[in-house]
């Protein structure tokens, strides 16, 4: 599976767009992009996953780049229960297995 | 619903005991996982079951041995564990159609 990278912190305003984003310049083409996000102590959260075109759910957007080496998850007004770890994944499904980085801490603040 | 349920919600044990942890889901997902999670680290896979059978196994230690009785149960039974073994274990499924994975809330393991 190929590796992500992403900044370790961020902070967001909170009602403002939080823009979370992921390189992953080693993707193939079979692989997709997932995002999941992790509040303190708590199980990860699925949010929303995409191959090449833009996704878009009750939760949040994923924007991939055109040549898939990166990747951005929107979430569109953050609140204060945003704040978690929010990992980039990039698998084969089916396949690959669930290998999370290091993530980006998110904190929202009012 | 996506739900994974998982008990105990806590668990400190001595290294000579015995004890088990327990996940549950009841949306027909026939894949499910282990994952343990360290202090301020991601989460890391041990074991999936897919169809009740163990597919994948991390290379984790024998005092950790998964069982999977039916498709909706999966047990992780801890013997002899290190305090090292302390921390935060996840239980995930998989299934109907879809390979996304849910998790469970985790049961935090003390090991003394």
């Known amino acids: 599976d190929a590796k992500t990278t992403q900044p370790p912190s961020m902070d967001c305003a909170e009602g403002r767009a939080a823009n979370l984003p992921c390189n992953h310049s080693t993707i193939s083409g079979n692989e997709y992009v997932y995002w999941y996000r992790q509040i303190h102590s708590q199980g990860p959260q699925y949010i929303i996953h995409g191959l090449k075109n833009n996704e878009t759910n009750e939760m949040a957007s994923l924007i991939i780049t055109e040549d898939r080496k990166s990747s951005t998850l929107i979430l569109p007004h953050a609140t204060l229960r945003d704040t978690a770890v929010y990992y980039c994944?990039?698998?084969?499904?089916?396949?690959?297995?669930?290998?999370f980085g290091q993530g980006t801490e998110l904190s929202v603040k009012p | 619903d996506t739900e994974v349920t998982q008990t105990p919600k806590h668990l400190v044990m001595g290294m000579t005991n015995k004890k088990s942890l327990k996940c549950e889901q009841h949306?027909?997902?026939?894949?499910m996982y282990w994952y343990k999670q360290k202090a301020k680290k991601p989460p890391e896979l041990m074991f999936v079951y897919s169809y009740e059978k163990l597919s994948i196994n991390e290379s984790v230690p024998s005092r950790f041995s998964p069982e999977c009785p039916n498709s909706s149960l999966l047990n992780l039974h801890l013997h002899a564990l290190q305090p090292e073994d302390s921390a935060l274990y996840l239980c995930?499924?998989?299934?109907?159609?879809?390979?996304?994975?849910?998790f469970g809330p985790g049961t935090r393991l003390t090991v003394l």
């Open positions: 949306m027909g997902h026939r894949a």
């Open positions: 994944i990039v698998r084969v499904p089916w396949v690959g297995k669930l290998i």
């Open positions: 995930a499924s998989s299934g109907g159609g879809s390979d996304t994975q849910y």
